[in-house]
């Protein structure tokens, strides 16, 4: 994978220093684990990456504010999946809400192929998440008394949208700018307006929105 603007500096020296800079708290034996995992993390942002309609494919550029928060996600989730490493992972974890102003934990599972508009004020709860997935700018997946919503395959949620507590966002769902859907369910193939007292309004789209955003779709 080519990467972009190091300059003969290894990624995981440019990760460990932005960490050291933004949490002083001295070397830490987990932070080795950057190194061990880093060619997994990268095989992770290729399948992404490639993609991606608007992004060149084998092609990661570290200045590109979507793909870096990408690519922190997948580094703190590889690490976190065989090492269970808390600290290394928490500092990624918040290195990630400090540079791109998204809450993306390194438990969750987010898919293989996903793709993130602008990552300010995103919020991701432990849920479940289908693949071809398009976030946008304040879009919030969150929890409700525990219950944790179902996101299927190739959702879009356009900014300010909400997905909250039982809901079942079922393939195919485009979630119109300001949605909030609570405890509900969507229809697949359609696109999702806000009705009356918090209801849902489900219009059939005209052409293949999920192709603007990847190539395989």
């Known amino acids: 994978m080519n990467l972009l603007h190091l300059n003969g500096t290894s990624l995981g020296t440019y ?3 932005q960490m050291g800079h933004l949490f002083p708290i001295g070397e830490h034996p987990e932070l080795g ?4 995992h880093m060619a997994s993390a990268l095989e992770r942002l290729d399948q992404c990456i490639s993609q991606v309609r608007m992004w060149t494919p084998g092609q990661f550029d570290v200045l590109h504010s979507s793909q870096y928060c990408i690519f922190l996600y997948y580094l703190s989730n590889t690490i976190w999946r065989h090492e269970q490493a808390r600290t290394v992972c928490t500092q990624l974890f ?3 809400k400090a540079l791109n102003a998204i809450d993306c934990f390194y438990e969750i599972e987010l898919p293989e192929v996903f793709f993130i508009g602008h990552s300010v004020g995103i919020v991701l709860a432990k849920a479940t998440y289908g693949n ?4 946008y700018q ?3 997946v969150g929890k409700n008394h525990g219950q944790a919503p179902v996101i299927g395959e190739g959702v879009i949620l356009y900014p ?3 997905v909250i507590g039982s809901s079942h966002v079922a393939d195919r769902s485009v979630i119109s700018q300001g949605v909030s859907v609570i405890n509900q369910s969507t229809q697949a193939n359609s696109l999702v307006f806000q009705g009356p007292a918090g209801s849902l309004v489900f219009k059939s789209s005209e052409r293949p929105i999920l192709a603007d955003f990847f190539r395989d779709v």
């Open 15 to 17: 990760v460990r220093s």
């Open 33 to 36: 684990l950057i190194d061990t």
């Open 138 to 140: 304040n879009s919030t």
């Open 132 to 135: 071809h997935l398009v976030l």
């Open 160 to 162: 300010n949208t909400a």
């Open 94 to 96: 918040l290195l990630n």
